[in-house]
């Protein structure tokens, strides 16, 4: 598969792209990986019923709040109705998908607004 190739595939709707990824993805030793996620992939899923723009909107309240640990976090969002222990769940799992791909972590950012 020749380079332009891989670039057009690259630029394919429904793709959210790693910015800045190098021609080696750090997948191959354990880190997360660079490669383009389908919109609809299950990475993006909820979990426990906590997308990834719910967990951006909490870390941006618990930033303005000055909370900076799990046990705040949780708090917040227990004010929001949000169940303890499947927000503990959700905050995992995301950091844990998010080292999993740089497209997840990227993606978490921008709905931060950096």
């Not at 993805?25 to 997360?32: E, F, I, N, R, Y």
């Not at 995301?94 to 950096?114: C, K, T």
Request: charged letters at 20%; a negative charge; proline letters at 5%.
């Amino acid at each position: 598969m020749g380079l332009f190739k891989k670039a057009k595939e690259a630029a394919q709707q429904g793709m959210v792209h790693v910015h800045g990824a190098g021609p080696v993805d750090p997948a191959v030793s354990g880190g997360p990986s660079t490669r383009s996620v389908a919109a609809d992939d299950p990475i993006w899923e909820p979990i426990n019923g906590v997308s990834l723009q719910d967990y951006a909107s909490l870390a941006r309240d618990a930033q303005a709040r000055g909370v900076t640990d799990e046990a705040g976090m949780i708090a917040l969002a227990s004010e929001r109705g949000w169940n303890p222990a499947d927000t503990k769940a959700a905050l995992d799992g995301w950091v844990q998908r998010m080292g999993e791909s740089m497209a997840v972590g990227q993606q978490f950012r921008r709905l931060l607004g950096y």
